[in-house]
């Protein structure tokens, strides 16, 4: 997660919870299992009533999706999406100084 969604954590249960919204609903609660899976897990009795093949699944869905987030892609959007909202920012600026000049008779 450090690489693809930029969370700096100690733990996964906290870069889980820093990454917020920025993971899917259904990646969330694989992480929210592979959470409680990872604080059961210290415990060695309680180690033996995880169940493996569903925590194996989640944690190759979780793979699966963190792969295929192309970091250099979410960069380029993140940027042209700060330059349209600029972009348009400046035309509604320069219409409404367009209307102000024309109103004040001087176009």
């Known amino acids: 997660m450090r690489d693809k969604l930029g969370v700096r954590a100690g733990s996964f249960s906290v870069a889980l919870r820093k990454a917020g919204r920025r993971l899917p609903r259904s990646m969330r609660r694989y992480g929210r299992e592979l959470a409680i899976a990872e604080g059961l897990s210290e415990h060695p009795k309680l180690r033996n009533t995880l169940d493996k093949p569903r925590l194996d ?13 192309d970091v250099s ?35």
């Open 57 to 69: 699944l989640a944690a190759s869905r979780i793979r699966e999706h963190l792969t295929g987030i």
């Open 73 to 107: 892609d979410r960069r380029k959007g993140y940027f042209l999406g700060v330059l349209g909202a600029i972009a348009f920012n400046i035309l509604v600026i320069a219409a409404i100084l367009m209307a102000i000049l024309m109103w004040r008779g001087f176009i």
